[in-house]
């Protein structure tokens, strides 16, 4: 089975860049796009990125994602963290028609 | 601007079937729609798409329990999960796979509680 692996928590002051991984197991993490989900306490997650890289609409530029095809995994990157995007953090692909969520990282910003 | 309306009991006795509907304020057609449960303090976890032509996917770890379906005139689509336990205690949240997103979850109602208890 299709498995996303992501850190269970990260932290890091604010100013500063933290990346959170995905790691796919049990299949390729590049055959389908990779989607970021923010959940921020008691409130509904949102998309930051979708299609493994792009920012929807109202996204701000500090955060990227990427894929590493030879590590098999999804990355999430935010620089010049604030206070505000204290959140859990889901990775979330698709293999042979199922949705796959991977099981969160609590990010906190310090 | 496309809102979601999650709506159902939010208590139901163990062993019994689990009923919910999403109610679409917009377009409902040509649109991949999905139940999303987060179970307190957990992560999310998917239960099934439904296209609007009536095409499901399922969870395979819920299928046997799982029934999803679409009524367009109604702008409604509803999950039923049957013979439920404790464990499918948790926030149901319906939501849209975007087509300008790449099937990204874009659009989320604000969840449902519900609470399996006798």
């Known amino acids: 089975n299709f498995m996303l692996t992501q850190p269970h928590s990260v932290s890091e002051s604010p100013g500063k860049t933290v990346t959170i991984s995905c790691s796919g197991s049990g299949g390729n993490i590049g055959a389908n796009y990779v989607q970021w989900y923010q959940q921020r306490p008691g409130s509904v997650p949102t998309p930051v990125i979708f299609?493994?890289?792009?920012?929807p609409s109202g996204v701000p530029v500090r955060f990227s994602g990427s894929i590493d095809r030879s590590s098999n995994s999804a990355s999430l990157t935010i620089s010049g963290l604030e206070p505000e995007d204290e959140a859990d953090y889901y990775c979330q692909s698709y293999v042979n028609n199922t949705m796959v969520f991977g099981g969160g990282t609590r990010l906190t910003v310090l | 601007q496309v809102r979601l309306q999650e709506s159902g009991p939010g208590l139901v006795k163990p062993g019994d079937t689990l009923s919910l509907t999403c109610t679409v304020s917009g377009g409902i057609s040509f649109q991949y729609w999905t139940w999303i449960r987060q179970s307190p303090g957990k992560g999310l976890e998917w239960i099934g798409n439904?296209?609007?032509?009536?095409?499901?996917n399922y969870n395979p770890s819920l299928e046997s329990r799982v029934t999803m379906s679409i009524d367009k005139s109604k702008k409604q689509f509803s999950l039923n999960l049957t013979s439920v336990t404790a464990a499918d205690t948790a926030v149901y949240f319906c939501a849209r796979l975007g087509i300008k997103t790449s099937n990204a979850l874009d659009v989320w109602g604000q969840g449902t509680t519900v609470s399996v208890s006798s």
């Open positions: 439904i296209y609007h032509t009536g095409s499901t």
């Open positions: 299609a493994d890289d792009l920012r």
